[in-house]
T-cell receptor, first 117, second 112 residues
Framework: GAVVSQHPSRVICKSGTSVKIECRSL??????MFWYRQFPKKSLMLMAT?????????EQGVEKDKFLINHASLTLSTLTVTSAHPEDSSFYIC?????????????FGPGTRLTVT | SQKIEQNSEALNIQEGKTATLTCNYT??????LQWYRQDPGRGPVFLLL?????KEKRKERLKVTFDTTLKQSLFHITASQPADSATYLC???????????FGKGTHLIIQP
C-alpha cells in the first residue's frame, strides 16, 4: 500500500508555543489530505480537509486560526497548532487520498503524539 | 445524524478460528466502505475497500461483505493468529472529496 510519513512522531511543547507537524505522501500524489485527531480509546475525528493549492475546509468546532493547515504540494501538508494549550494534547494523524483503480483509497500516517505542558 | 456502530467491547477469539467483526450504519449512503487496522499509538493501516455495488471482497485471510439494504458490513479474519490482535476500524465515505467517517473500532484479541 501507499506510504504516508509524518514528522515528528512525538513532540512536547510548552503552553503558548506553536508546533508544526508535517505530512508527506511518499509514493503517490495525494489529491486530498486530511487531518484527524484521536483521544485515548476514541474514534478518529476529522479536523479538516485540504486540497493542494486551496484553503482547507474545517469541520464544525475546529478553530481554523488555531489549527493552521497548509497544503503546499500534492505530496506535502502541514498542520500548525498555534498557541498550544494542554487541552490540545492529543494524537494527530494525517491522511492522504489518491485515486487508485477507480476508487479513492485513503492512507494514514503513523501519527504525532503532541503533549502540551 | 450519521452514525456508525461497531462492537465497543473487546472480542476474544481462539487462535485458528474465524473472527467476525460487525459495522452497522444509519442515516448514511456511503459510496465506499473501508476497514482499517490500528495498533496502540499508531496510525490506522488500510486493509480493504469495498464499493456500494460490491457484495464481497477478499484479500488473503480477510473477507469483507457489504449489505447496503441492511446497512451493514462484516469483516472476517480466517485462521486467526495472535498477531491479528488489534483494533479494527470501519470507515465510510460518500462520493467526491468527502472525508472518512469512522466507527469507534472493535478491539480484537486472538488468544493462543
Amino acid at each position: 500500500g501507499a506510504v504516508v510519513s509524518q514528522h515528528p512522531s512525538r513532540v512536547i511543547c510548552k503552553s503558548g508555543t506553536s508546533v508544526k507537524i508535517e505530512c508527506r505522501s511518499l509514493d503517490f500524489q495525494a489529491t486530498t489530505m486530511f487531518w484527524y485527531r484521536q483521544f485515548p480509546k476514541k474514534s478518529l475525528m476529522l479536523m479538516a480537509t485540504s486540497n493542494e493549492g486551496s484553503k482547507a475546509t474545517y469541520e464544525q468546532g475546529v478553530e481554523k486560526d488555531k489549527f493552521l493547515i497548509n497544503h503546499a504540494s500534492l505530496t506535502l501538508s502541514t498542520l500548525t497548532v498555534t498557541s498550544a494549550h494542554p487541552e490540545d494534547s492529543s494524537f494527530y494523524i494525517c491522511s492522504a487520498r489518491g485515486l487508485a483503480g477507480g476508487s479513492y483509497e485513503q492512507y494514514f500516517g503513523p501519527g504525532t503524539r503532541l503533549t502540551v505542558t | 445524524s450519521q452514525k456508525i456502530e461497531q462492537n465497543s467491547e473487546a472480542l476474544n477469539i481462539q487462535e485458528g478460528k474465524t473472527a467476525t467483526l460487525t459495522c452497522n450504519y444509519t442515516n448514511y449512503s456511503p459510496a465506499y466502505l473501508q476497514w482499517y487496522r490500528q495498533d496502540p499509538g499508531r496510525g490506522p493501516v488500510f486493509l480493504l475497500l469495498i464499493r456500494e455495488n460490491e457484495k464481497e471482497k477478499r484479500k488473503e485471510r480477510l473477507k469483507v461483505t457489504f449489505d447496503t439494504t441492511l446497512k451493514q458490513s462484516l469483516f472476517h479474519i480466517t485462521a486467526s493468529q495472535p498477531a491479528d490482535s488489534a483494533t479494527y476500524l470501519c470507515a465510510l465515505m460518500g462520493g467526491g472529496a468527502d472525508g472518512l467517517t469512522f466507527g469507534k473500532g472493535t478491539h480484537l484479541i486472538i488468544q493462543p
